[in-house]
């Protein structure tokens, strides 16, 4: 009675109470994405507001000097003379990544979707890897593409004489492309297996009956029904070759002269051999600036590139 006779106003009409169901439902989605959220502002949205206003700055820790300079880090940028060659090895690795790394996760995804004996074993070894310690595969690389190393002495076997790999600009390229896409092809391997599994077998069966050949059957069936995946693999690809900096570090230094110096390698010299935090954060505002158009752009053509069953 006493909760009822809170419900009724003045004039006698019946109130709605303050904690409605759909108040009730909004409060704990709210409390359920709090975390995230908090996550997000945290680690996110303030450190890329920092970055922005450091960019602003001249910070010279050695010294303690903390100078406002307004737009002359991105005047420096834009007339820096090692930039065209830095970009130009950035696009050079980002693309050869990225065609390498899908085309063979394809592939092998392929060839261990077949129902043949002991076909985990050869699923849990492309994938070993992806869970391998990223300095200690690159170390074990870099000890194998010198010119004594495991490579040339395989070559060697066979009458053929192998060059210096991380001492020539074309062969430094290819092979700290090639460490890359050794080390994560098995995650996207992983990405397609799931998605071809969920191919319905029907399709392939009705495609045999029209005589389609296996080549049609991929083109027409697998690759528009994969398509969401491929998508989520490219992007996820994409962004992580502009991120890849412990490579390069550890196998070439950035080397020879200015070959593999990809834009993440040369923000680390600027920021943190040569101590231009500022200009360095100008790189970084740069390097987000490219994530995000072409993450933007990749997401922009999924109504062409991407069937929806639905």
Do not use: C
């Amino acid at each position: 009675m006493a909760v009822a006779s809170q419900q009724i106003g003045k004039n006698g009409a019946r109130r709605r109470p303050f904690w409605t169901i759909a108040r009730r439902d909004a409060l704990a989605g709210y409390l359920f994405i709090a975390p995230q959220l908090a996550g997000i502002i945290t680690f996110v949205l303030i450190p890329l507001g920092l970055v922005f206003w450091y960019s602003l700055h001249e910070w010279n820790v050695l010294a303690g000097t903390f100078n406002f300079k307004g737009p002359a880090n991105y005047e420096k940028l834009l007339s820096d003379p090692a930039l065209p060659e830095v970009m130009g090895a950035t696009a050079m690795f980002s693309a050869g990544l990225v065609v390498m790394n899908m085309s063979l996760a394809l592939l092998l995804a392929v060839l261990v979707n077949q129902k043949l004996r002991g076909i985990v074993i050869f699923r849990t070894l492309f994938f070993s890897p992806v869970v391998v310690s990223l300095v200690a595969w690159t170390i074990v690389w870099s000890f194998l593409l010198q010119a004594n190393g495991g490579i040339n002495g395989l070559l060697a076997v066979v009458g053929v004489e192998g060059p210096n790999w991380l001492r020539h600009p074309t062969t430094a390229m290819v092979s700290v492309t090639v460490v890359q896409v050794f080390k994560n092809v098995g995650l996207n391997m992983v990405l397609f297996l799931a998605a071809l599994q969920g191919v319905p077998k029907e399709l392939y069966e009705a495609a045999r009956v029209d005589g389609a050949s296996r080549l049609k059957q991929f083109r027409r069936i697998t690759l528009p029904l994969i398509s969401p995946t491929v998508l989520l693999t490219s992007i996820i690809t994409i962004v992580g070759s502009l991120q890849v900096f412990a490579q390069i570090a550890v196998l070439t230094q950035g080397g020879p002269g200015m070959s593999t110096t990809v834009l993440v390698y040369y923000l680390y010299q600027q920021a943190f051999q040569f101590h231009r935090f500022g200009y360095g954060a100008t790189i970084s505002v740069l390097l987000f600036l490219i994530v995000a158009i072409l993450t933007f752009a990749q997401w922009q053509m999924r109504r062409r590139l991407v069937f929806y069953e639905s």
